[in-house]
């Protein structure tokens, strides 16, 4: 199985702030990789997709890039509402990363 | 605009099977897979399985034979039954709809399973 690993697990940042997160990927996976905001009691939301193409009515502040097995997921200018946990899952065996938290 | 919604028993006995239900409205039936995903409580999501457009489904190493996802589309509807559950099975269960383009662009709301005595 492809596994995937996220980094760092929580990542502590202020609003305004320029974060990024890494997945990597146990082996070559092109750019099959989406990236996930996911709130507490919702539903999670598609961001990005094919490691760079962002999703309909996703702020520009989003973005993705890398293939092969090493990805990052940049937001630029951290707004409120972007406060969430971010996952990375590559498209082949369906593989979650971990999960980074992203808090206050 | 596509439309995903659970329904099921919250509360499983262990070793019991857990069935859910997925009713879908909206959105092209083709070249799309139906999806269950779950997150235990704390923990990161976890992929199940699907069962895509041509009825053939794949799940979870994990899972093994203790999963079945099927569809029922004259109801717009798929499920999942998930066989001999514990404690370890407790989880907010998502359905979803995924293509190979994108991945998982839509999601239901999640319905929480519990299994307990």
């Known amino acids: 199985d492809i596994q995937m690993t996220q980094s760092p697990s929580t990542l502590s940042a202020s609003v305004g702030d320029r974060v990024t997160i890494t997945c990597r990927a146990s082996q070559d996976i092109s750019i099959w990789l989406a990236w996930y905001q996911h709130k507490p009691g919702k539903a999670p939301k598609l961001l990005i997709y094919?490691?760079?193409t962002l999703h309909s009515g996703v702020p520009s502040r989003f973005s993705g890039s890398g293939s092969g097995s090493e990805f990052t997921l940049t937001i630029s200018s951290l707004q409120p509402d972007d406060f969430a946990t971010y996952y990375c899952q590559q498209y082949n065996s369906h593989t979650f990363g971990q999960g980074t938290k992203l808090e206050i | 605009q596509v439309q995903l919604q659970e329904s099921g028993p919250g509360l499983v006995r262990p070793a019991e099977t857990l069935s859910l239900t997925c009713s879908v409205s909206g959105g092209s039936l083709s070249r799309v897979y139906w999806t269950w995903i779950r997150q235990p409580p704390g923990k990161g999501l976890e992929w199940i399985g699907y069962?895509?457009?041509?009825?053939?489904?794949t799940y979870a190493p994990s899972l093994g034979s203790r999963v079945t996802i099927s569809a029922d589309t004259s109801k717009n509807q798929f499920s999942l039954n998930l066989t001999s559950v514990t404690a370890l099975d407790t989880a907010v269960y998502y359905c979803?709809?995924?293509?190979?383009?994108?991945?998982?662009?839509?999601w239901g709301q999640g319905t929480l399973v519990t299994v307990s005595s």
């Open positions: 979803a709809r995924a293509t190979n383009a994108k991945g998982v662009e839509y």
């Open positions: 094919q490691a760079s």
């Open positions: 069962i895509d457009y041509t009825g053939s489904t």
